[in-house]
């Protein structure tokens, strides 16, 4: 984060491609626009952007105070999932003659183009806008140059024959705006690679891109499916009630995961006072749901192992391969995340399985909490990591 004599400095400067300044402290939207622009970088100098709140359109505070409140929801930027893929921001509260100022820096992305609601917002000088198609094409051709997540890389072998493009259609309405689909003259591949879908330098799908949308993902990455027994004790080795291979494209995988968990969950009725009940549940669905999810959009691609959902009498366990990933350690599972593969997480936030990024574990938690279940086990090793869910004791 800069100092005070460099806040100060650049509020002498005036508005730029990396300065931006606002008294409003309420509009959202116009927060994340800025963060969304200067994430995408269009000048390319590689520079973080800053977003001042709290000063006018000359650099001058206006009298606000800064409250932690302001602060806590601009730090939600980051995590909230209209920003895709997630920007690196950093907030911080300056008290300065005038009035206090609040600060957003957001660095460059590694992913552009970075889109905010479904739109491209961009930076040139002091204007921010949507970008056309040039100045969008432009920032995919510089993401594909230098891709780093394994799910954003192409895989040489493929074709776009190997694409369900009504699929990606489907998916494509809720990811996009309306006004952008309605002006869009690209061609099919150009839409694609937009969301890292598809890369047009080596003229093929990326990993992303055949994971969710491909015809028989398995083909290219054979440990893409989850494994599933449902076992009548507490052994592997007893003969299981169902098994299944649940694969295919993630829309079809997701869907199948759900009704999987809502065949086999159990409730019953616990009195709580007079004539109300309580409906609980030997097993959470929440929980379920949100740690499978977790594990489907974290673990690792390129292993040839399935993730394994083993239902026993007693206990869930969910082994994802993998391990944990980045800054994230056993003792910060609850207050730290990053994300192995930024363009699988995107998607499953726009398809609705992913609420708020950062939160499906404390959500898990909390479900077990209120379920009066006992807590969740988590171990690790750099191969997979294991989830337990156990049962409900009546």
């Known amino acids: 984060m800069i100092t005070k004599d460099e806040l100060e400095t650049l509020l002498a400067g005036g508005e730029s491609g990396r300065v931006e300044f606002t008294a409003s402290q309420g509009d959202t939207d116009k927060f994340s626009k800025a963060v969304c622009a200067f994430a995408n970088d269009f000048s390319n100098d590689g520079k ?43 907030v911080e509260k300056f008290a300065l003659e005038g009035g206090d100022v609040a600060v957003v820096e957001v660095l460059p992305s590694d992913l552009p183009p970075v889109r905010f609601k479904g739109s491209v917002w961009i930076r040139t000088g002091p204007r921010k806008g949507i970008a056309n198609e040039q100045e969008e094409r432009i920032l995919t051709e510089r993401r594909i140059s230098k891709a780093r997540s394994f799910d954003s890389s ?139 999810m977790n594990a489907v959009m974290h673990r690792d691609y390129q292993s040839h192992t399935p993730v394994r959902l083993y239902w026993y009498s007693d206990r869930i366990e969910i082994q994802s391969p993998g391990g944990l990933y980045g800054e994230v350690t056993l003792e910060t599972l609850t207050t730290r995340n990053s994300y192995r593969n930024p363009v699988i997480a995107e998607t499953m936030k726009e398809l609705g399985f992913v609420n708020k990024f950062g939160y499906g574990i404390q959500r898990a938690l909390g479900a077990l909490r209120d379920n009066g279940s006992p807590e969740a086990e988590f171990q690790v090793d750099e191969r997979i990591f294991l989830t337990i869910i156990p049962i409900r004791k009546s």
């Open 48 to 90: 973080p952007g800053f977003l001042f709140i709290g000063v006018n359109d000359k650099g001058i505070p206006c009298g606000l105070k800064v409250e932690n409140r302001l602060l806590e929801v601009l730090g939600g930027l980051r995590s909230d999932g209209n920003i895709q893929p997630l920007p690196v921001i950093s």
């Open 154 to 292: 192409p895989v040489m072998e493929s074709s776009l024959g190997d694409i369900s493009l009504p699929l990606f259609a489907a998916y494509r309405e809720g990811a996009v705006s309306a006004d952008v689909i309605e002006s869009n003259h690209r061609a099919i591949e150009q839409q694609l690679a937009s969301l890292r879908f598809y890369d047009t330098k080596h003229h093929c799908p990326t990993v992303g891109g055949l994971l969710i949308f491909g015809n028989n993902p398995r083909y290219y990455f054979p440990g893409a499916y989850i494994q599933f027994l449902k076992l009548p004790g507490i052994h592997l080795t007893d003969i299981p009630e169902d098994q299944g291979e649940i694969s295919g494209d993630l829309f079809s995988v997701l869907r199948e995961l759900d009704t999987r968990i809502k065949s086999n969950i159990h409730t019953t009725l616990s009195p709580l006072s007079g004539l109300r009940e309580k409906t609980v549940y030997d097993f959470p669905p929440v929980a379920i749901r949100e740690l499978l």
